[in-house]
């Protein structure tokens, strides 16, 4: 059986093979072995003999080089010992290497491979409070500052992803997708010129600096005392206002949210101007991202989902294409 065929038990068991020869180039012994994530890439919680908890990231999306791994990895390292945001820290193999490589044969694909120490926390979630949202824009205008003084060695880079697509593989304009319908992808492809047309327009006279650019909600776990910042998977050279629209895409059922958000970035840094329509586009943009994502994903969850989550997408071009706003509101397939 192909392993995109497999359950998302049979698909992490099949990971999780991996695992005894990735520990084994760490040094470490694992008494427990636990998936807590199985997604763009599975991540695996790992209790070892001497009781310490650590997070295994084996990238399964193989969207990146291990050069624009290694960059994540110095950022991730220099985050740990400035220590103005809480992030993971990233370990180092027994040779001093900050990731590996392995054959994942179901995939026929070589892998990238992080280790990190464990993040101990909950996260955030659906309902953040506004606290909370304040805080993450406090955190993340203190990443961008942050990493405008940051440089990169051994030949490390971050991918330049100041456009729609990001640095994702273009499922989308070659051809039109077999599971999405005429008039969807006439949208998809009508918001993504209006989407690039804003990229390009705001990008000339702005400064590229690295950015997180996955802050949703589950990227952001709450600690003992304070927020933590997760999965720099997706980070690269890109505008500071696409870290705000970004995390405005996840909360956009409640206009209100996103006032929280704003006010904590703008206590660190000036809020990046762009007009309200452009910034509508931006949002927009950030759905037909995931849309290309959602159609490169091989894990079962995803594959089982995207139906549904055509049906929300059209019905939320809709909503956009009549009002000029967009709004992230939950449709059932059945409405």
């Known amino acids: 059986m192909e392993y995109t065929e497999l359950d ?20 470490i012994e694992a008494a ?15 209790t070892t003999s001497n009781g310490d908890d650590l997070a295994l990231r084996i990238n399964l999306s193989m969207g990146k080089s291990g050069k624009e791994v290694l960059a994540e990895m110095q950022w991730l390292e220099a985050l740990a010992e400035d220590g103005s945001v ?18 994942f044969e179901p995939l026929k694909a070589d892998t990238s491979v992080v280790l990190f120490k464990w ?30 003084g940051l440089s990169f060695t051994d030949g490390a880079f971050l991918p330049t992803i100041n456009r729609t697509l990001m640095n994702s593989k273009d499922l989308l304009t070659a051809s039109q997708p077999e ?11 009508k918001g993504l010129a209006l989407s690039d047309e804003v990229f390009s327009r705001i990008s000339k006279d702005q400064e590229l600096i690295p950015i997180h650019a996955d802050l949703h909600m589950s990227n952001v776990i709450q600690t003992k005392d304070k927020l933590a910042i997760i999965d720099f998977d997706d980070a690269g050279l890109g505008l500071p ?21 704003k006010a904590g970035y703008a206590s660190i840094l000036e809020l990046p ?7 509508e586009i ?22 089982d989902f995207l139906p549904e989550f055509l049906v929300r997408t059209q019905k939320r071009f809709d909503h956009f294409y009549a009002t000029g706003k967009f709004s992230l509101v939950y449709y059932r397939t059945e409405d």
């Open 8 to 27: 998302e038990d049979g698909q992490v068991a099949a990971v999780q093979e991996l695992v005894p020869g990735i520990l084994k180039q760490y040094g």
């Open 32 to 46: 427990q072995v636990k998936n807590v994530n199985h997604d763009f890439n599975s991540t695996f919680k790992i």
């Open 86 to 103: 809480t992030a993971p820290q990233p370990l180092r193999t027994t040779n001093g290497e900050l990731f590996i490589t392995t054959r």
């Open 119 to 148: 993040v101990e926390g909950e996260e955030v979630g659906d309902e953040p409070t506004p606290e909370q949202l304040y805080e993450l824009g406090e955190n993340m205008a203190r990443l961008q500052k942050f990493a405008k």
């Open 179 to 189: 599971p999405i319908n005429d008039k969807l992808y006439a949208y998809i492809l």
């Open 241 to 261: 206002i696409q870290d705000l629209f970004i995390s405005n895409y996840y909360i956009r059922e409640d206009t209100e949210k996103e006032k929280h958000l």
């Open 273 to 279: 101007k762009v007009s309200d329509e452009d910034y």
């Open 282 to 303: 931006l949002i927009l943009g950030r759905m037909i991202v995931l849309i290309d994502a959602v159609l490169d994903m091989t894990s079962a969850e995803a594959i």
